[in-house]
């Protein structure tokens, strides 16, 4: 069974603050990872990664895929109170009919 | 664009009841998919759809039934609800062309409370 965990369930830190969110996983035939960010409603799309070791970077957000150790990173850089939601990744296993195994969310708290 | 939209935003069911959510999307995409979120939990896939007429189960498919008779639309039907039902529903969609990594555009949800 296809299986992604995230960490830490959750973290608060202070505005201008670097974070960096953990997803591991275990899927057959891996195909892609996306991360989302989901505030109140639903997730919005940040990152599809497919190659290993490729920044992908969005202002001050960033995720790098280690396909050998089987697990992805967002940073955080310079955290904002906006940055506040619940992160989520997913991971989609080849000839899998785009269907994805989301992994339990990391809620990220920034402080003023 | 609308992308995809879903009705009805909030709904409680009695136990044993009935009821239909809505999703539409107008971006002409090929496969949706809802998916369920308990608190403070991520998404679990119920059903999916590759195109009209073409259904399959998800991770999470008893208690619901979908049926996709256009590409536009993909409702998701509750038959005799009870309280482990009680979720936030996410519709998707998203192109699904072969041999290509689509992400998923993601609707803003249906609150369900089954009591």
């Known amino acids: 069974e296809d299986k992604v965990v995230q960490s830490p369930l959750s973290l608060v830190v202070h505005e201008g603050d670097t974070v960096t969110l953990n997803c591991s996983y275990e899927?057959?035939?891996?195909?892609?990872l996306l991360w989302y960010k989901q505030e109140k409603k639903a997730p919005t799309f940040l990152f599809m990664l497919?190659?290993?070791?490729i920044e992908k970077k969005s202002g001050r957000l960033s995720s790098i895929l280690d396909k050998k150790e089987l697990f992805s990173i967002l940073n955080i850089t310079a955290t904002q109170t906006g940055d506040s939601a619940v992160y989520l990744c997913?991971?989609?296993?080849?000839?899998?009919?785009?269907?994805?195994?989301f992994g339990g969310g990391t809620r990220l708290m920034v402080k003023p | 664009n609308a992308g995809v939209t879903q009705t009805p935003k909030f709904r409680i069911l009695k136990i044993g009841q009935s009821m239909t959510l809505q999703c539409a999307q107008d971006m002409n995409h090929n496969y949706m998919y809802w998916y369920r979120q308990d608190p403070g939990m991520g998404l679990k896939l119920i059903y999916y759809s590759v195109g009209a007429g073409i259904t399959d189960k998800g991770e999470v498919p008893n208690g619901y039934n979908v049926s996709r008779s256009t590409t536009e639309d993909f409702p998701l039907r509750l038959e005799l609800a009870a309280p482990s039902q009680t979720s936030v529903y996410f519709c998707a969609s998203s192109f699904g062309t072969s041999g290509r990594v689509d992400e998923q555009f993601f609707g803003p949800g249906t609150r369900l409370t089954v009591l």
């Open positions: 997913a991971v989609e296993p080849d000839n899998a009919g785009n269907m994805l195994t």
């Open positions: 899927v057959t035939n891996f195909r892609s």
């Open positions: 497919t190659s290993s070791g």
